[in-house]
């Protein structure tokens, strides 16, 4: 019996990224990293779950963002697209409502999306998220080190955020709380995991900037390639299926 394969556009990394209160990031007039400190890379990324618990599923893609959120004007309504961004989820509300009365006049995600899917969250859907800025009070540090399967790695630094958990065939989503770390020997932003609060002992997903995105043109960092790339009102996520 034949299988079936769904594909799907991926957009390509962009340099830096802001947004309007929707959400929707967009780059920088002049290039320029908006996130001086720490230093993340957003792009393509490519990790790897424990084999005895996906097999020859166990390779993963994702597309890390950036997303940068107008709190100034923070009412309910003003809220909503961070809701939207959390799938509505009530369980993210406490969180919510600690950032919108921060104080902070902003706030930074860095959202991690399945380029490829697995069992459990399918191509498209955001595996994590994690608030790089403001840091919140009472935020729970980050663990100093991250089981990375073949050994014990330590981190360098750390951001709290929420992780997706679901039953097979994305039922019943739901977020778990967990943190983004940076591993220690890692000094140019490109390589991460992200550790659930839940199995904060189990190997972790260890992520590593796709090295292609420097010098191919469609995925180019690189200033010079960026006239080659696909522009803005034309990026659209198609997906078709091969059966």
Request: proline share 7%.
């Amino acid at each position: 019996a034949g299988g079936v394969l769904t594909l799907g556009l991926v957009d390509g990394p962009q340099i830096s990224m802001s947004s309007d209160t929707t959400g929707r990031h967009r780059s920088n007039t002049n290039g320029q990293s908006e996130l001086q400190q720490p230093k993340l890379r957003p792009g393509l990324y490519v990790g790897e779950y424990p084999i005895e618990h996906y097999g020859q599923f166990s390779k993963e893609n994702l597309m890390l963002e950036h997303y940068v959120f107008d709190l100034q004007r923070s009412s309910n309504a003003d809220m909503q697209p961070i809701r939207t961004l959390f799938r509505n989820d009530r369980s993210v509300n406490a969180f919510i409502q600690q950032l919108q009365g921060s104080g902070a006049p902003s706030c930074t995600f860095l959202v991690g999306r399945k380029v490829t899917g697995d069992f459990h969250v399918p191509m498209g859907e955001i595996t994590f998220i994690a608030l790089i800025e403001p840091m919140l009070a009472n935020s729970e540090s980050a663990p100093n080190k991250v089981n990375a399967q073949s050994k014990m790695e330590l981190v360098q630094r750390g951001w709290s955020g929420f992780g997706t958990l679901a039953y097979p065939g994305f039922h019943r989503p739901s977020w778990d709380p967990g943190w983004l770390v940076q591993m220690r020997d890692d000094e140019d932003g490109h390589r991460f995991a992200f550790i659930f609060g839940r199995d904060r002992e189990r190997p972790a997903n260890v992520l590593t900037q796709v090295v292609a995105q420097k010098t191919a043109y469609f995925l180019a960092e690189s200033n010079s390639l960026r006239p080659f790339q696909v522009p803005e009102e034309a990026r659209v996520s198609p997906s078709f299926t091969v059966a």
